[in-house]
Nanobody, 120 residues
Framework: QVQLLESGGGLVQAGGSLRLSCAAS????????VGWYRQAPGKQRELVAT???????KYADSVKGRFTISTDNAKNMVYLQMNSLKPEDTAVYYC??????????????WGQGTQVTVSS
């Protein structure tokens, strides 16, 4: 199992920046991929950014050029640097980790979420 604990959310004005952090309970080297998702009120959870163990990074089109995902494998941490924030970025942000077990079965783990609110 992987436990994930997010931090760093808050209230920021449009154009501002925030950095989200996610602490994983086990080594990043045992995790296939980590990422950030978000869910706004009344909307489905959507991918924001992911990074695989091989270093492949994927961003949602809506955040490309503004958000940066990174990891610190020595500290088992995942970060999301969010710049030029917009009111439409307001959502609960969730950290996600995917591992692979016996028989190539994938397991999804989620943090409890952290609220990001961007005021106009």
């Amino acid at each position: 199992q992987v436990q994930l604990l997010e931090s760093g959310g808050g209230l920021v004005q449009a154009g501002g920046s925030l950095r989200l952090s996610c602490a994983a309970s086990r080594s990043m080297f045992s995790i296939n991929a980590v990422g950030w998702y978000r869910q706004a009120p009344g909307k489905q959870r959507e991918l924001v950014a992911t990074i695989s163990s091989g270093g492949r990074i994927k961003y949602a089109d809506s955040v490309k050029g503004r958000f940066t995902i990174s990891t610190d494998n020595a500290k088992n941490m995942v970060y999301l640097q969010m710049n030029s924030l917009k009111p439409e970025d307001t959502a609960v942000y969730y950290c996600n980790a995917i591992t692979t077990g016996l028989g190539s079965v994938s397991y999804d783990y989620w943090g409890q979420g952290t609220q990001v609110t961007v005021s106009s």
